[in-house]
C-alpha cells in the first residue's frame, strides 16, 4: 500500500484546513487509517483514526470537537478536516494504514510521507 497524504499549508489561528491521504496498491478499504502528527521538537502524537466501516472513530482529546476524519473508500481516500485551527496544531501530519483502530503508531503498518500543517496567530 501506498499513502499519499495532502492538503496542509498556512492557514491563520481559527481557520480551517482539509487534508486528504490517498492510497494505492492493494484495496484500502480493508484497513483502518489513523492520522498522526509532529510538532517541531516533540513527539508523534495520535490525533484521530477511522475503522474499516467508519464505525470506530477514537479522537485525541485535543482535538476532538474541531477534527472530523471520514473515508470514502469508492476513492481508496481518508480525510482530516480540521476546524478552528491553533498555533498548537502546526506540526507535520502523517496518515497510516493498519490492521485495526489504534490510538498506538506501532499498530500501523505503511505510512504516508505526511503534509506540513503551520497555523499562525
Known amino acids: 500500500v501506498q499513502l499519499q497524504a495532502s492538503g496542509g499549508g498556512l492557514v491563520q489561528a481559527g481557520g480551517s484546513l482539509r487534508l486528504a491521504c490517498a492510497a494505492s496498491g492493494r484495496t484500502f478499504s480493508v484497513y483502518a487509517t489513523g492520522w498522526f502528527r509532529q510538532a517541531p521538537g516533540k513527539e508523534r502524537e495520535f490525533v484521530a483514526a477511522?475503522?474499516?466501516?467508519?464505525?470506530?472513530?477514537p479522537y485525541a482529546d485535543s482535538v476532538r470537537g474541531r477534527f472530523t476524519i471520514f473515508r470514502d473508500n469508492a476513492k481508496n481516500t481518508v480525510y482530516l478536516q480540521m476546524n478552528s485551527l491553533q498555533p498548537e496544531g502546526t506540526a507535520v501530519y502523517y496518515c497510516?494504514?493498519?490492521?485495526?483502530?489504534?490510538?498506538?503508531?506501532?499498530?500501523?503498518?505503511?505510512w504516508g510521507q505526511g503534509t506540513q500543517v503551520t497555523v499562525s496567530s
Open positions: 497510516a494504514v493498519g490492521g485495526r483502530v489504534s490510538l498506538d503508531q506501532r499498530s500501523y503498518d505503511y
Open positions: 477511522i475503522s474499516l466501516d467508519g464505525g470506530i472513530i
